[in-house]
């Protein structure tokens, strides 16, 4: 079993930056490929970005790819999301997801997920 917490949101203008980041608990961390996935308002929830257990490899929506940050530290069984050049569009519920698979894009790859952390772009 494993927990996962999100942390970092908040409100801010676009063309700001946000940090997320999601402390897990439980089996070692390190084992888990991580994601954060999103969720608008009246939208389905969508991927974001995802990362290999060792932090070797990213992968991201096109929709956040060169704003987007995704990384992790092991030692710390912590990972996070930097978020620069926020835009309107980007605000969401993010959540915290953890695959013992390899990272990938669907939702239903992920075994654990977390409550969320509100992220709200201003324009």
């Known amino acids: 079993q494993v927990q996962l917490v999100e942390s970092g949101g908040g409100l801010v203008q676009a063309g700001g930056s946000l940090r997320l980041s999601c402390a897990a608990s439980?089996?070692?961390?390190?084992?888990?490929?991580m994601a954060w996935f999103r969720r608008a308002p009246g939208k389905e929830r969508e991927f974001v970005a995802a990362?290999?257990?060792?932090?070797?490899?990213?992968y991201y929506a096109d929709s956040v790819t060169g704003r987007f940050t995704i990384s992790r530290d092991n030692a710390k069984n912590t990972v996070f999301l930097q978020m620069n050049s926020l835009k309107p569009e980007d605000t969401a519920l993010y959540y915290c997801?953890?695959?013992?698979?390899?990272?990938?894009?669907?939702?239903?790859?992920?075994?654990?997920w977390g409550q969320g952390t509100q992220v709200t772009v201003s324009s």
């Open positions: 990362i290999s257990w060792s932090g070797g490899r990213a």
């Open positions: 439980g089996h070692t961390f390190s084992r888990y490929a």
């Open positions: 997801a953890a695959s013992v698979g390899m990272p990938g894009e669907a939702e239903n790859e992920y075994d654990y």
